[in-house]
């Protein structure tokens, strides 16, 4: 079970714009920026979007990030095919002191 | 560019110790927080714990019993020791350089991971 709920799959044609989410509270989302990572099967995560809206240098300006409340989001514009991939949210927990993760979100490219 | 890679022994037998080590390159493990991440197969991602090369250290409370992390700045590295293993720890261990400053953390870069079976 994990701290940050995120839906298991999300999915969309190509050209479509897709949206996950990422709930928590105030000890994480709610007073720390959220964070997004990006796994290929087999493969180690790869940073996708910091502080809640940056993109690393190299990532498509397609990702694109946000955070109200104890939530945040994900959305992918414009959807891939080589987007078809596991996201998962964190954040700082100031109880935990240290990050708790989503259970991640497999995105289906149809 | 940092580049990490995780070592040490794929399979560990029930009630004995993992130890895996983090080498660093192309950049100092001084001035920045390490940590270690692992992910059971086909399951999320869950924190064991940070460490500074002051000797600052935070694990998780829910492993904190049975976690160890130590840093070599002779050889650029980090390691984790989690004892009295189970089938429950077995998982992709990855290694992370924790970006921190002013509130704001992020991890970047991670290891490729390693897996660690524990088994008899």
């Known amino acids: 079970q994990s701290v940050l709920t995120q839906p298991p799959s999300a999915s969309g044609t190509p050209g479509q714009r897709v949206t996950i989410s990422c709930s928590g509270g105030t000890s994480n989302i709610g007073n720390n920026p959220v964070n997004w990572y990006q796994q290929f099967p087999g493969t180690a995560p790869k940073l996708l979007i910091y502080?809640?809206?940056q993109r690393p240098s190299g990532v498509p300006d397609r990702f694109s990030g946000s955070k109200s409340g104890t939530s945040a989001s994900l959305a992918i514009s414009g959807l891939q095919s080589e987007d078809e991939s596991d996201y998962y949210c964190?954040?700082?927990?100031?109880?935990?002191?240290?990050?708790?993760f989503g259970g991640g979100t497999k995105v289906t490219v149809l | 560019q940092v580049q990490l890679q995780e070592s040490g022994p794929g399979l560990v037998k029930p009630s004995e110790t993992l130890s895996l080590t983090c080498a660093v390159s192309?950049?100092?493990?001084?001035?920045?927080?390490w940590s270690w991440i692992r992910q059971p197969a086909g399951k999320g991602l869950e924190w064991i714990g940070r460490i500074y090369v002051s000797g600052f250290t935070n694990y998780n409370p829910s492993l904190k019993t049975r976690v160890s992390m130590s840093a070599d700045t002779s050889k650029n590295q980090f390691t984790l020791k989690l004892s009295s293993v189970t089938a429950a720890d077995t998982a992709v261990y990855y290694c992370a350089k924790l970006v921190a400053a002013g509130g704001i953390r992020w991890f970047d870069p991670w290891g490729q991971g390693t897996l660690v079976t524990v088994s008899s």
């Open positions: 964190e954040a700082w927990d100031d109880t935990l002191n240290g990050p708790v």
């Open positions: 502080t809640n809206n």
């Open positions: 192309g950049g100092s493990i001084s001035s920045y927080y």
